[in-house]
């Protein structure tokens, strides 16, 4: 199975991207690394995608996938930045929705 996991360097998403490489998943990371870290993802096996998934073009650049697993988002509670919440949170969440729905990724 190929999964992507959409936010796949954060705390969340690298422990779910970590789980799915132990089932023998092909894992594939799409991370924009705003707030994530390298260090989430030190020895996982898996393809890194530096992108934003608020950007339309991220999706040209994606390969072949099974499924979808979304952890992308903006979550810190202090951000004064109104429209960058909602670029990512949901502008982001319907282009990943959209692509799933083109392709017909689970």
């Known amino acids: 199975m190929r999964v992507l996991v959409s ?3 954060g705390f969340i998403g690298s422990n779910i991207a970590l789980a799915l490489a132990k089932k023998g998943a092909k894992v594939f990371i799409l991370d924009n690394f705003y707030s994530a870290d390298f260090k989430n993802i030190i020895g996982l096996n898996c393809e890194v995608i530096v992108a934003d998934i608020s950007e ?4 040209k650049k994606l390969p072949s996938l099974d499924a979808i697993i979304h952890e992308a988002a903006v979550t810190d509670t ?3 930045d109104d429209r960058l919440m909602m670029k990512v949170n949901y502008l982001g969440f319907k282009n ?4 799933c729905l083109k392709k017909k990724i689970r």
């Open 7 to 9: 936010g796949g360097a």
């Open 78 to 80: 202090t951000l004064a």
């Open 56 to 59: 339309e073009n991220t999706f």
């Open 96 to 99: 990943v929705l959209n692509y």
